[in-house]
């Protein structure tokens, strides 16, 4: 069953932290890149994070670099993003997705990404 799923989105005041998880399942977490990304309202779908096949490589988009931090535990099948210091400007859908590269190179485009999980929403407040 070829599948990621997010899960840990929800509420939470500005300042916050949630912790949010990409479990995974059928195919071999250690082949892929894994990239989080997000949409909120109106706009564009964009990067986060990504993480390499064993985790050496990791990639953070400008607005969350220094407040989120991505890892993954291969033996568990699941990838994780920590969101510390959350802003209203968070706000969105997020989703993880799968792609074949050995490196994180050029993670902003997500259309290099093909298997997409379906999303877990996460909203600031003021």
């Known amino acids: 069953q070829l599948a990621l799923v997010e899960s840990g989105g929800g509420l939470v005041q500005s300042g916050g932290s949630l912790k949010l998880s990409c479990t995974t399942s059928?195919?071999?977490?250690?082949?892929?890149?894994i990239g989080w990304f997000r949409q909120a309202p109106g706009k564009e779908r964009e990067g986060v994070s990504c993480?390499?096949?064993?985790?050496?490589?990791?990639k953070y988009a400008v607005s969350v670099k220094g407040r989120f931090t991505i890892t993954r535990d291969n033996t568990r099948n699941t990838v994780y993003l920590q969101m510390d210091k959350l802003t209203t400007e968070d706000t969105a859908v997020y989703y993880c997705?799968?792609?074949?590269?050995?490196?994180?190179?050029?993670?902003?485009?997500?259309?290099?990404?093909?298997?997409w999980g379906q999303g877990t929403q996460v909203t600031v407040s003021s």
């Open positions: 997705a799968r792609r074949p590269f050995l490196h994180c190179e050029g993670f902003m485009h997500p259309e290099s990404f093909s298997v």
């Open positions: 059928g195919f071999r977490l250690e082949d892929y890149t």
């Open positions: 993480t390499s096949l064993g985790g050496e490589d990791t």
